[in-house]
């Protein structure tokens, strides 16, 4: 996958938008007004995802293309390098499970309004 791969797939989840809110320089993507992904225009060979704590320690330690994202908070979110070996289908699953972290954080009223798969559904 490419940036505008990325960024496509992003913007064909429910209920998502993007907005250039720190400048020229970065694109963040929502859902319902909460971003769960960024993409940076200096380097577009990165991109940054939201990440339940254990499993973003789990990915770091197996993936070297993922690491603490840079000016965000290092326990929630991580930097993916699309330089080496993870496959669409890994960035995909990642960029759904960002989505995920934020629409589990959603009001209930609001995040039962969105159309996730149960499996996806936080409890």
Same mark, same amino acid.
């Given at each position: ?6 960024? %496509?797939?992003?913007? @064909?989840?429910?209920?998502? @938008?993007?907005?250039? !809110?720190?400048?020229? %320089? ?10 769960? =992904?960024?993409?940076?225009? =200096? ?14 320690? %789990?990915?770091? %330690? ?5 690491? &603490? ?15 080496? @070996? ?11 499970? @960002? ?7 959603? &009001? ?13 559904? !936080?409890?």
């Amino acid at each position: 996958m490419n940036i505008e791969s990325i960024r %496509e797939y992003c913007l @064909s989840l429910p209920n998502t @938008s993007e907005d250039m !809110p720190f400048g020229d %320089e970065y694109l963040v993507i929502r859902v319902c007004g909460k971003i769960f =992904a960024c993409i940076g225009f =200096a380097r577009p060979d990165y991109f940054v995802l939201k990440c339940d704590p254990a499993y973003a320690i %789990e990915l770091r %330690e197996s993936h070297s293309e993922i690491e &603490p994202a840079w000016h965000w908070n290092k326990k929630y979110w991580n930097q993916l390098s699309l330089q080496g @070996s993870l496959t669409d289908d890994m960035i995909k699953s990642l960029i759904h499970h @960002s989505y995920g972290q934020v629409v589990g954080k959603l &009001p209930k009223k609001l995040r039962d309004s969105i159309p996730l798969p149960a499996d996806d559904r !936080p409890e």
